[in-house]
């Protein structure tokens, strides 16, 4: 199942997303390199690097709303309910004693797999509805909803070292260029541009800054924020928390994948070190 859901505040987050990109970019090569940089080497190299990394947001980006999250297939069979709520005893075997029944989409779901209200489907190890990939951060597409983080604080950062190394160290050449014109450094547009492009850069860098920490904890944890609240609802209640710990790289790998580090930073698909990927819907449950 494709990601992508049609809801009206997520299609907004992305447009908004697209724009802002659109206008760094816009900002970063007309209204610095080609009026601060033009003649010298470093106007093409920061444009090809500036544009490599707004690349590759737009494609983790993309890969992250269009994945699948890992939804749960519905059953070919529709769930007895009536024997749900009798006193009929369940099979215990072992693999399938943690899976529950979700009574919204009628199916069984298998461990760590959640219901989302905004997808109207339940997705293995859930971790939240995010709006501006307008799809569900799951089990398949973490790995580039943070790559698409890491892109987009590095992208903020790039932007916020150029328009500062514009303003602090200015080429000679302009400067030079400007006091025989008698006019100021840097023009009433172009200053506006770039406090515009800082306070936007600034605002995003932090903000991707915080949930890209968020995701990295709740993945060396082993705990999606849904399981974090539950188990410290459980532990107020003094109710046992059974939680089996996990190498941070092992875990790490079950996200990113068992190839080279090097294409943890690709968009690019590898399966991951668990087998969990093959998944069907569990057809001789006894209920």
Not at 167 to 180: H, I, N
Not at 208 to 237: C, G, H, M, W
Not at 269 to 280: C, F, K, L, N, Q
Request: glycine share 6%; net charge neutral.
């Amino acid at each position: 199942m494709a990601g992508c859901v049609r809801d009206p505040c997520g299609l907004l987050c992305i447009l908004l997303t697209y724009l802002s990109l659109g206008y760094a970019d816009y900002v970063i090569v007309r209204h610095i390199l080609l009026d601060s940089y033009t003649g010298s080497i470093w106007c093409p190299l920061h444009a090809v690097g500036f544009n490599l990394i707004v690349f590759l947001v737009l494609a983790c980006h993309t890969r992250a709303v269009f994945s699948d999250p890992g939804t749960v297939p519905l059953p070919v069979t529709a769930i007895d309910f009536s024997d749900l709520r009798s006193n009929t005893p369940r099979k215990n075997d072992r693999g399938n004693e943690d899976w529950t029944v979700c009574n919204r989409c009628e199916t069984y779901r298998p461990p760590r797999a959640h219901h989302c209200r905004i997808c109207h489907r339940c997705i293995r190890r859930m971790d939240h509805h995010c709006p501006w990939i307008n799809n569900c951060v799951g089990e398949l597409n973490q790995k580039y909803f943070i790559q698409f983080l890491f892109y987009t604080g590095l992208t903020s950062l790039y932007a916020m070292g150029l328009v500062l190394a514009t303003w602090l160290w200015p080429p000679k050449k302009v400067m030079a260029e400007d006091l025989d014109k008698g006019e100021p450094a840097h023009s009433h547009v172009q200053m506006a541009h770039c406090i515009l492009l800082l306070v936007e850069a600034l605002l995003f860098g932090l903000f991707v800054t915080v949930i890209f920490y968020d995701q990295i904890v709740s993945i060396i944890t082993d705990e999606t924020p849904i399981e974090q609240l539950r188990n410290r609802l459980l532990k107020e209640a003094n109710k046992e928390v059974l939680h089996t710990r996990k190498p941070k790289m092992a875990l790490l790998r079950e996200v990113f994948g068992r190839g080279y580090m090097i294409c943890w930073f690709f968009p690019c698909h590898s399966p991951p070190s668990s087998g969990g990927i093959a998944y069907t819907y569990l057809p001789d449950y006894d209920v």
